[in-house]
């Protein structure tokens, strides 16, 4: 009797022994099992969301094949459950393991927004608008209420903020985005505010940020941003006019339809500096950290003049004469290159 109480209690445990043995390779297997996306795909855990709700909608998406041992992940694989809210990317050849790991660190989806230099800031406002899970906070914002949010004394943000790419998961912000943008302004102005050249004639780091953003919308050549700074700062010293074709484009605002006339030179605006001295009262465009630097160190040249070579970048002249007869060229050229 006791024989066979003990036979029976080893086929017991060895049926038991098997069972686990097999449970645990089924959930090992939907485990390891590759994601069925032939591309990235982005999946977004909402808060309050289970491992069980998340794996539901993998499946319902066709990513994962279901497997009824998978309410056992809880007991086997612990390291799986605690999934994060967050929007996560989905790679082909990932299994179900390493995308739920991923969830479990919080390692959330970098989406990426890239302002270019000499942007103005209702660009920047358009691009925000259509920035992928980017909140909108600042719709129903004026200018100057943003300007307000981000503690800003001016209530232009023109030349405030600093263009380049940022990165920001789902959920955040456009004011955030913008806060970071003016952070790094301020942050790289007050450097190179830091080590600018002595005896400049600019009285302020906030002028040095006007200048900065006529040299960004006057070339796009980084060699030229230090020339083209110490025509201004010469002009400026001499108390000559900047006359530059920019300001004048800004102060038009919608009246711009892509050409100057001579009449738009002569039409009194607050940033037409054919007609006032000095500089405009707000920066025209947002400035690299290049065109900053180049206005707090322009090169040591006596040149007041330049002009379009027609070939890219630009002539430099001390004088009238000089200037005139570069014009010439320039106008030449074009004529030539409208003729091929």
Do not use: C
Not at 24 to 41: A, D, F, H, T, W
Not at 117 to 145: H, P, V, Y
Not at 298 to 314: K, M, Q, W
């Amino acid at each position: 009797m006791i024989k066979k109480i003990t036979i029976i209690f080893l086929v017991l445990l060895i049926i038991a022994a098997g069972s686990l043995f097999y449970a645990k390779s089924q959930v090992e297997n939907y485990l390891q099992q590759p994601l069925n996306i032939e591309q990235k795909q982005l999946f977004t855990v909402e808060h309050g969301k289970t491992l069980h709700s998340a794996l539901w909608t993998l499946e319902k998406e066709g990513w994962i094949k279901s497997n009824s041992f998978s309410r056992l992940l809880p007991r086997l694989h612990p390291e799986v459950v605690h999934i994060r809210a967050g929007t996560y990317e989905l790679v082909p050849g990932q299994t179900l393991k390493e995308a739920l790991l991923t969830m479990v660190s919080g390692q959330e989806y970098q989406f990426t927004i890239t302002f270019i230099e000499g942007s103005r800031f209702d660009e920047w406002r358009q691009q925000l608008a259509l920035a992928k899970d980017l909140k909108q906070a600042t719709q129903e914002m004026s200018e100057a209420d943003i300007a307000k949010a981000l503690g800003e004394e001016h209530e232009k943000l023109e030349g405030l903020l600093l263009a380049e790419t940022y990165h920001y998961t789902a959920g955040m912000s456009d004011l955030d985005i913008l806060k970071r943008a003016h952070q790094s302004l301020i942050r790289e102005l007050d450097k190179a505010w830091q080590s600018k050249q002595d005896n400049l004639p600019l009285k302020s780091p906030y002028q040095a940020l006007i200048l900065a953003s006529i040299i960004e919308k006057e070339t796009a050549i980084e060699s030229e941003r230090q020339r083209i700074a110490s025509v201004f700062i010469n002009r400026l010293n001499k108390g000559m006019r900047l006359q530059t074709d920019p300001t004048v484009i800004y102060g038009m605002g919608d009246k711009y339809d892509g050409n100057i006339r001579k009449k738009d030179l002569s039409t009194p605006t607050a940033y037409n500096t054919y007609v006032i001295n000095g500089l405009p009262p707000t920066p025209i465009a947002m400035p690299g950290v290049e065109s900053i630097q180049a206005a707090l160190n322009p090169e040591n040249s006596h040149y007041l003049y330049f002009v379009a070579s027609g070939n890219g970048g630009h002539v430099f002249s001390q004088s009238l004469a000089e200037h005139n007869r570069a014009v010439q060229r320039y106008l030449k050229q074009l004529r030539a290159n409208k003729s091929q």
